[in-house]
């Protein structure tokens, strides 16, 4: 029968009971929620491409997840770095994004200007550019429009 142990009160670490290998780099974690990583996703979509492709490449050669431990710790440093860059030139920017997503259920469309400052910050100070995947040539995309049209959305 197992008991509940207060962590707090712990009078010994926690130590993993199994911990990856010593050939796997170690890699600290992201250190963001939900709204940050979202706002930041196109931007980390194309700063860490490379390595996205090499993890993708390596998860369709076999399905184990021990296959792709070191290519994995790639992305997430990427990602992590991503992060870094965005706090240290563009912060006030990104936190007003990241905080609109946060306050209105992760949609991006309540969100558009703070996402125009944060979009124009990132390309000035960092060369990055939003694009999304799969919009119409030719079209202006929903995150470029001058006077966007809020309506309803039908499901």
């Not at 029968?1 to 010994?12: Q, R």
């Not at 926690?14 to 930041?40: C, F, I, M, Q, R």
């Not at 194309?46 to 994995?72: I, S, T, V, W, Y």
């Not at 007003?96 to 209105?104: A, P, T």
Request: hydrophobic share 30%.
């Amino acid at each position: 029968m197992s008991l509940f142990h207060d962590p707090a009160t712990a009078s010994t670490p926690y130590k993993d009971p199994t911990p990856l290998p010593d050939n796997v780099p170690k890699v600290a974690e992201v250190g963001t929620t939900s709204a940050p990583l979202k706002s930041a996703s196109f931007f980390i979509g194309a700063h860490c491409k490379e390595f996205n492709e090499d993890f993708m490449l390596c998860k369709q050669e076999n399905r184990d997840p021990a296959h792709c431990l070191k290519e994995g710790r790639r992305v997430t440093r990427c990602a992590a770095d991503l992060i870094n860059k965005l706090r240290e030139n563009c912060f006030k920017e990104f936190e007003e994004h990241w905080s609109c997503l946060e306050y209105n259920n992760q949609e991006f469309y309540p969100c558009r200007k703070p996402e125009k400052a944060l979009n124009k910050c990132v390309f000035e100070k960092l060369g990055l550019s939003k694009t999304i995947p799969g919009t119409p040539e030719g079209k202006t995309p929903v995150h470029e429009l001058e006077n966007p049209i809020f309506k309803r959305q039908q499901k």
